[in-house]
């Protein structure tokens, strides 16, 4: 298996602009994950989804940020507008609920730079 | 609410060996994983513990004591290329959740 896929890997964008990430999971993961890493704020849960049914957003910080995940093998996560502050690497993770030891497969991650 | 501590930075040298502990709390414990992340990169899966005792996997061994809410991650015959952080995280829900501590920065000189 090709494990997560994230694209972009890197993305520069000036304040204002939309900006959408996208996600491939590991076939057959039913579970999937949208994380944000910054120095200040270490590894943020933002949005999970299980069977491309979002369970918990509490973690999305603002009306600016979206996810959606149209099918099993995509997610797309969007800010609109994006801010300076959103500036981070951007994680992707899926899962199995079969999995024995809850492990989660993160993606390379896509670095966002928002100026 | 959910919280993990974990110490920030340790320094060791090659060859020895280290401890990184994890103290949590949260309601509805199922286990407590490990993660390794290298500078540029991704988190890596390294352990699962959901039951008390020793987990051992090459020079890596994980240990938790649900009576104390506490982990640790033993790391052996230290090389240059365990310089990562490293997460402990809590799977405390019924779903494939995880609540990831803040990181430990692990500094291996020769």
């Known amino acids: 298996d090709a494990g997560v896929i994230q694209s972009p890997r890197h993305e520069v964008t000036e304040m204002g602009q939309e900006v959408t990430l996208r996600c491939k999971p590991i076939?057959?993961?039913?579970?999937l994950f949208w994380y944000r890493q910054t120095m200040m704020r270490g590894l943020e849960l933002l949005i999970y989804?299980?069977?491309?049914?979002?369970?918990?957003d509490s973690g999305m910080p603002e009306d600016r940020f979206s996810a959606k995940m149209p099918n099993a093998s995509f997610s797309t996560l969007k800010i609109q507008p994006s801010e300076p502050r959103d500036s981070a690497v951007y994680f992707c993770?899926?899962?199995?609920?079969?999995?024995?030891?809850?492990?989660?497969?993160f993606g390379p991650g896509t670095r966002l730079t928002v100026l | 609410g959910q919280s993990l501590e974990q110490p920030s930075e340790v320094t060791a040298v090659e060859g020895a060996i280290v401890q990184i502990n994890c103290t949590y709390q949260t309601s509805g414990f199922y286990g407590l994983s490990w993660y390794q992340q290298h500078d540029g990169g991704a988190p890596t899966f390294l352990s699962y513990?959901?039951?008390?005792g020793l987990e051992e996997t090459g020079r890596f061994s994980s240990f938790l004591s649900r009576s104390d809410s506490y982990g640790y991650l033993l790391l052996q015959e230290l090389q240059m290329k365990d310089s990562a952080s490293y997460f402990c995280a809590v799977k405390a829900g019924g779903y494939n959740k995880l609540i990831f501590g803040a990181g430990t920065r692990l500094a291996v000189h020769p």
């Open positions: 513990n959901a039951l008390d």
């Open positions: 989804f299980n069977n491309n049914v979002p369970i918990d």
């Open positions: 993770a899926s899962s199995s609920s079969s999995g024995t030891f809850n492990e989660q497969f």
């Open positions: 076939s057959g993961h039913d579970y």
